[in-house]
C-alpha cells in the first residue's frame, strides 16, 4: 500500500518547506488532493513528480545564516554550523549559501546580515535558515519575519537555543543600560541647563 503523507511530511519528504508547498499549489506547479475533511494529502506519486528532473523547482536561495558576537566565539560559530548543516540534513534542505558573521546582536548594521535581508527583499530567497532567533537579530526579529513574508521568503528557525550563548545576552543587556543610562545623563545635563537659562531670565 502507497504511502500517503499529510503537508508537513510531505514537505520534508521532498526537501521544502510546507509554504513552499502552498506556494506550489497556488502556481498550479502541483495538483493538491483532499480528503473528505479538507486537509492535504500526498503520496509517493507526488513525491516522484516533485524530485523529477522535470519538475520546475523554486530557483530561488535557500540561505543558512550563523552568528557569534565576538571573535573569541569562533569555537561556538563552528559547533553552530555544524549543528546547522545536521539540521538541514535532517529536513532535506539543500542549501545554496551559508553565511557566517561575526557581530553583536543589537548591531542592526551587520554587513552580512544586511546582504541577507537585501536579498530576501529582492525575492531571491526562498528560505532563511537560523540556529535562533536571536542568532539573526536581539530585537527586532519579528519586523524582519514580516519583511520575509511579505518577500514571499520563509525564515525557518531550528530553536536551538543551545547555541545561543547566554553571555552575548549578558553583554547585549549592558548595552542596553550603557545606551540608557548615557541618555539619562544626557538629559539631565539639559535640566541643569535649562534651569540655569531660568535663572539667569529672572535675574536679568
Same mark, same amino acid.
Given at each position: 500500500?502507497?504511502?500517503?503523507?499529510?503537508?508537513?511530511?510531505? &514537505?520534508?519528504?521532498?526537501?521544502?518547506?510546507?509554504?513552499?508547498?502552498?506556494? /506550489?499549489?497556488?502556481?498550479?506547479?502541483?495538483?493538491?488532493?483532499?480528503?473528505?475533511?479538507?486537509?492535504?494529502?500526498?503520496?509517493?506519486? *507526488?513525491?516522484?513528480?516533485?524530485?523529477?528532473?522535470?519538475?520546475?523547482? *523554486?530557483?530561488?536561495?535557500?540561505?543558512?545564516?550563523?552568528?557569534? $558576537?565576538? &571573535?573569541?566565539?569562533? @569555537?561556538?560559530?563552528?559547533?553552530?554550523?555544524?549543528?546547522?548543516?545536521?539540521?538541514? =540534513?535532517?529536513?532535506?534542505?539543500?542549501?545554496?549559501? /551559508?553565511?557566517?558573521?561575526?557581530?553583536?546582536?543589537?548591531?542592526?548594521?551587520?554587513?552580512?546580515? =544586511?546582504?541577507?535581508?537585501?536579498?530576501?527583499?529582492?525575492?531571491?530567497?526562498?528560505?532563511?535558515?537560523?540556529? #535562533?532567533? *536571536?542568532?539573526?537579530?536581539?530585537?527586532?526579529?519579528?519586523? =524582519?519575519? #514580516?519583511?520575509?513574508?511579505?518577500?514571499?521568503?520563509?525564515?525557518?528557525? @531550528?530553536?536551538?537555543? $543551545?547555541?545561543?550563548?547566554?553571555?552575548?545576552?549578558?553583554? *547585549?543587556?549592558?548595552?542596553?543600560?550603557?545606551?540608557?543610562?548615557?541618555?539619562? #545623563?544626557?538629559?539631565?545635563?539639559?535640566?541643569?541647563?535649562?534651569?540655569?537659562?531660568?535663572?539667569?531670565?529672572?535675574?536679568?
Amino acid at each position: 500500500m502507497s504511502s500517503v503523507y499529510r503537508i508537513g511530511d510531505f &514537505a520534508k519528504r521532498v526537501g521544502r518547506s510546507p509554504s513552499t508547498i502552498r506556494r /506550489w499549489e497556488a502556481e498550479g506547479k502541483i495538483t493538491v488532493r483532499r480528503s473528505p475533511s479538507g486537509q492535504r494529502y500526498f503520496d509517493e506519486s *507526488d513525491v516522484a513528480a516533485v524530485l523529477a528532473p522535470g519538475f520546475t523547482r *523554486d530557483d530561488r536561495k535557500i540561505v543558512v545564516y550563523c552568528r557569534v $558576537s565576538s &571573535a573569541g566565539q569562533r @569555537a561556538d560559530l563552528a559547533c553552530q554550523v555544524e549543528a546547522m548543516e545536521a539540521f538541514c =540534513l535532517a529536513r532535506g534542505l539543500a542549501v545554496d549559501e /551559508w553565511v557566517r558573521e561575526v557581530g553583536g546582536g543589537m548591531d542592526l548594521t551587520r554587513p552580512k546580515m =544586511l546582504a541577507v535581508m537585501a536579498d530576501v527583499k529582492a525575492g531571491r530567497v526562498a528560505t532563511l535558515v537560523v540556529a #535562533h532567533k *536571536d542568532r539573526l537579530t536581539r530585537f527586532g526579529y519579528d519586523y =524582519l519575519a #514580516h519583511e520575509a513574508e511579505t518577500a514571499g521568503c520563509e525564515i525557518l528557525v @531550528a530553536n536551538q537555543e $543551545s547555541l545561543s550563548p547566554r553571555e552575548e545576552m549578558v553583554q *547585549d543587556l549592558l548595552a542596553i543600560v550603557d545606551t540608557f543610562s548615557g541618555r539619562l #545623563h544626557g538629559l539631565r545635563r539639559y535640566e541643569k541647563q535649562l534651569k540655569v537659562a531660568d535663572l539667569t531670565e529672572v535675574s536679568s
